[in-house]
Each structure stands twice: as structure tokens, then as C-alpha cells.
């Protein structure tokens, strides 16, 4: 895809993602981390704290993307909301018990997938690319990976993921339809790979880049399988990352409306398309820093790889978001990049840029927290 044409599919699925399932993370967010008991009665408090959270938030992940760090959206939100709430209302103010999950899940997301995406891409190079004849291997095994490609994709939508839409189906009723799908992708995808790939090897007469022409047909084949798993990292991503960010901006909207604490409100969909549409935004400016870090520094990526790390990365954030986890989609795409390249030896990936991409990821949550405690006192100094 060019720069263009991805940022138009991510506008498209990231929108989908944060309005149709995103609700549920930012619940996680916005009522999980701090204890609404210790502000019970002021209501204003939490209001100016989630105020000063967005804005901590904002600055540092400005600044890093600026700087093509890929630091997570997540971590930043989840940092900010801590620091707040510890300078208004103490430690006590912060449910720990909470976090302790939420940190633990920034940990479980990149080994799971890293794990997900070493087998997947050892799969493919086992069975495709280090055949006798890997044009036809990719016809034959080819089809079957759109299996769980529309399996999971479909139960994205279908298992408790489009609310807004009355489509919120039990995992039981989802499973059979969802795996009906795949098998109809698997279908189609047994129909026209075959003649896809016969064309693309007949049409290359000699070699490209020093590849044989049935290596570059198949890597073909997987562009096309790359662009639905980059939607479904897209789709994932706005149902995980926008829902986080725009979290303090529904707690603030529901007490500035009512002018109390609720235990539970709804979200406005106004609030989710505003958070998918900053995120197209930043995409369109300062995206391209962090895709030369996660896509060219890490590890060499090719189609069958970048179909692999997004597959991963896709099966574990949705997992995630349907668990009401608020998994970082840096950490989980970061860790199945890393897995895809450890497939192919030690040596295949740069050490030195996953030492710096880890040494951001430890900043920002200290970072953010201390920087949203300061603008929090800083507020309360002009508004009293």
C-alpha cells in the first residue's frame, strides 16, 4: 500500500473499531484505575484530574511520535490517570489491584504475540517458501490460512463487538457463524489463488530483486492476505486505543453534565469518532516515523512476514478487548514483528533499536504520571 491508501483504510477501520466495539476498554480506563470512593462528593476533582490526564497524555505521545518512538497510547492514558488521582486523593486514590492486571497484561500481549507470529510466519516458510515448488504449496495451503483470518476477523464483529449496533451475540452463537465465513473466504480464496498465481509466475520471465519468479508470485499472494490482516490490526487498534484515550473525555462530559460521579455512564458515539478522527490525523502527520521504526529498523519485512506480525497482533488485541483488557497495540504489534523475526535466527533483528524501543516504553508511564499530577496542580491553582 502506499502512504495515501493506508491511511485511508485506517481512517475507515480505526473508525469502525472505536465506535462499534471500544466501549468496553474505555470503561476499563475510565472506571477501573481509580477508586471513586476517595472523591466521593466532588465530583470536580475528577473532572480537572482527567482534564489534566488528557493533556500529559497528549504532550508525551506528541512528542515521542514526533520523534518516531512507538510508544503506547495505553501506557500513556493508564500513567496519566494514575498520577492524577495520586496527587489529588493519595495512593489510596488508585485501585492497585486494578493496575496490577492492566501491567500485566502490557507484559502477556508482545510474548503472546511474538509467540503467535514466530509459529505462524515458521508455518508459512515450512510449508510454502521452503518447498520444491512454492507457487504451488501457496495453492494449496494458501486458501486454508483464510480460515482463521475470517474467523477471527468475523468474530471481531460478531462476539460482543457491535453494541451500538444490537449485534452482541454470545461467544457460542458467534463461533459457528464467524467459522462459516472463514470457510467461505477459504473458498474463494481456493477459487482464484491458484489462477492469481499461475498468471503472476507465467508473466515473469526472468527474476526480481535476485528472487525466482514463483517466490515473488507468492510473496504477491500474501500482499493481498497483508492488507485484510493490516485492516484487522487497524480495526483493533481504534477498538483498543481510541476507546483509552478518549476515556478521561467521558468521565469529564458525564460529570460536567450531571455534576455527579456516576458509578457507570454511557459513552457518546460524538466522543468515539472524535478520538477515531485524531487518530487518522496523527496518522497522516507524524505516522510515518513510527512505521519506518516498527516496519524497516526491527527486522526486514516482506509480505509473508508482515502477514504473519499482523495476523499475531490482530488474534491477541482483539482476544484482549473482548476481555476488557486495555492491551497496548505498540507492545502487541512490537512483540510479533520481534517474533517473526526471531523465526528466521537471533541475528535477523536489531537488538539495539528493541533496547531503545523498551527504554520508551519504561519511560512513559513514570513520565506521564509525574507531568499529569504537575498540570493537575497547576489547574487547581486557576480554577480553584
Known amino acids: 500500500l502506499t502512504f495515501r491508501n493506508a491511511v485511508i483504510l485506517a481512517a475507515i477501520f480505526e473508525f469502525g473499531g472505536a465506535i462499534l466495539a471500544g466501549g468496553t476498554v474505555t470503561d476499563t480506563i475510565r472506571k477501573g484505575i481509580i477508586d471513586h470512593s476517595a472523591f466521593a462528593g466532588d ?39 494514575a498520577g492524577f488521582a495520586i496527587a489529588q486523593g493519595g495512593a489510596d486514590a488508585v485501585n492497585w489491584g486494578t493496575m496490577g492486571k492492566v501491567v500485566a497484561s502490557w507484559v502477556v500481549s508482545p510474548v503472546m504475540g511474538g509467540c503467535i507470529g514466530f509459529v505462524t510466519f515458521s508455518f508459512i516458510r ?25 474467523t477471527i476477523l468475523s468474530l471481531a464483529f460478531l462476539y460482543k463487538g457491535l453494541k451500538n449496533l444490537k449485534l452482541d451475540l454470545a461467544f457460542g452463537q458467534a463461533m459457528p457463524v464467524a467459522l462459516g465465513i472463514g470457510l467461505l473466504m477459504a473458498i474463494i480464496g481456493k477459487i482464484f489463488i491458484p489462477r ?15 528472487m525466482d519468479p514463483a517466490y515473488v508470485a507468492v510473496e504477491r499472494v500474501f500482499v493481498v492476505l497483508q492488507v485484510v490482516t493490516a485492516c484487522m490490526v487497524a ?18 462530559y458525564a460529570i460536567t453534565s450531571t455534576g455527579e460521579l456516576a458509578a457507570k455512564v454511557g459513552v457518546p458515539i460524538w466522543i468515539l469518532a472524535a478520538g477515531g478522527a485524531g487518530i487518522v490525523i496523527g496518522l497522516a502527520t507524524y505516522g510515518y516515523k513510527v512505521m519506518v521504526t516498527v516496519g524497516k529498523k526491527i527486522t526486514e519485512m516482506t509480505p509473508t512476514r508482515g502477514f504473519a506480525a499482523e495476523f499475531a497482533a490482530a488474534t491477541t488485541i482483539l482476544v484482549g478487548s473482548r476481555l476488557g483488557l486495555p492491551l497496548s ?56
Open 43 to 81: 465530583a470536580m476533582k475528577v473532572a480537572v484530574g482527567m482534564t489534566a490526564a488528557l493533556l500529559a497524555s497528549a504532550l508525551w505521545l506528541n512528542l515521542a511520535s514526533s520523534l518516531g518512538w512507538p510508544v503506547s497510547t495505553t501506557h500513556s492514558i493508564v500513567g496519566a490517570v
Open 235 to 252: 480495526f483493533a487498534h481504534g477498538s483498543n486505543d481510541v476507546a483509552n484515550a478518549v476515556g478521561p473525555v467521558a468521565a469529564v
Open 126 to 150: 515450512a510449508k510454502i517458501l521452503n518447498q520444491d515448488d512454492p507457487a504451488a504449496a501457496a495453492s494449496r495451503i494458501g486458501p486454508w490460512l483464510l480460515v482463521p483470518v475470517g
Open 196 to 210: 492469481y498465481l499461475a498468471r503472476a509466475t507465467a508473466a515473469k520471465s526472468g527474476r526480481e530483486g535476485g
Open 329 to 384: 497495540t505498540t507492545h502487541t504489534l512490537v512483540g510479533s514483528v520481534i517474533g517473526v523475526g526471531l523465526a528466521r535466527g537471533l541475528a535477523a533483528v536489531d537488538l539495539r533499536v528493541i533496547r531503545g524501543v523498551v527504554m520508551s516504553w519504561l519511560i512513559t508511564v513514570p513520565f506521564a504520571a509525574v507531568l499529569s499530577g504537575v498540570i493537575c496542580k497547576i489547574i487547581e491553582l486557576f480554577v480553584g
